[in-house]
Every structure is written in C-alpha cells, then in structure tokens.
C-alpha cells in the first residue's frame, strides 16, 4: 500500500513559479513510477508528468514541455513537480500518483493517489 501527500500549491501570477511536493509512505517507493496529473474545473484529469523508479525515463505533456521539471528522491520517499513561466490555463487540482509498472503515462494503470493540491494562477 501507498500513501500520497501532496504539497506546495497555492496562487501565483502568470510567470511565477511554484514547486508541488509529495511524499509517499511504504517501503516499495524506489520501486514504482511517479506521476503528476491535474483536472481543472469542467475538465477530464490529464496526464501532466512522470518519472521513471531510476529517473532514468521521465515523460511531460506538450502542454508542460520546457515550462515543468519532474524529479524525485528515493531517500526522501519523495517526488517534485517544479512549474516555472505559469499560465493562467495550468490552474487545476494537482494529483500526485503511483504505478507498479515499469512505465506508463495512462491514468487508469496509476493505482494510487493523493488527495490533490490546488493551483491557480491568475492572469
């Protein structure tokens, strides 16, 4: 089992920054995929980013390529979603999520997930 605690969100103006953190419990941490999504009101949720167990493979969305970096610390138990030159359109509730499998970037394959962190940015 997998715990996700999401943190870091919050308001920010078009061009800031921001750095989503989420902790995981359970031993097996070093062992899955990581993965960031987000929804936004109205909207499906959608695949934002995701590191591989070794960080080895890490994968963005277009819609973030340049802008978010991915990372993460085995030995914190704990993966990083830095978002830089913010718009108004990445506003949504950020999930974090955890895989068993090797590799994927497909929402139904993550099994676990956290409680979501708001994040909106203002034009």
């Known amino acids: 089992q997998v715990r996700l605690v999401e943190s870091g969100g919050g308001l920010v103006q078009a061009g800031g920054s921001l750095r989503l953190s989420c902790a995981a419990s359970g031993p097996t941490f070093s062992s899955i995929t990581m993965g960031w999504f987000r929804q936004a009101p109205g909207k499906e949720r959608e695949f934002v980013a995701a590191?591989?167990?070794?960080?080895?493979?890490?994968g963005y969305a277009d819609s973030v390529k340049g802008r978010f970096t991915i990372s993460r610390d085995n030995a914190k138990n704990t993966v990083y979603l830095q978002m830089n030159s913010l718009k108004p359109e990445d506003t949504a509730v950020y999930y974090c999520?955890?895989?068993?499998?090797?590799?994927?970037?497909?929402?139904?394959?993550?099994?676990?997930w956290g409680q979501g962190t708001q994040v909106t940015v203002s034009s």
């Open positions: 999520a955890a895989s068993s499998l090797r590799w994927t970037t497909t929402l139904s394959e993550y099994a676990y």
């Open positions: 590191i591989m167990r070794s960080g080895y493979n890490i």
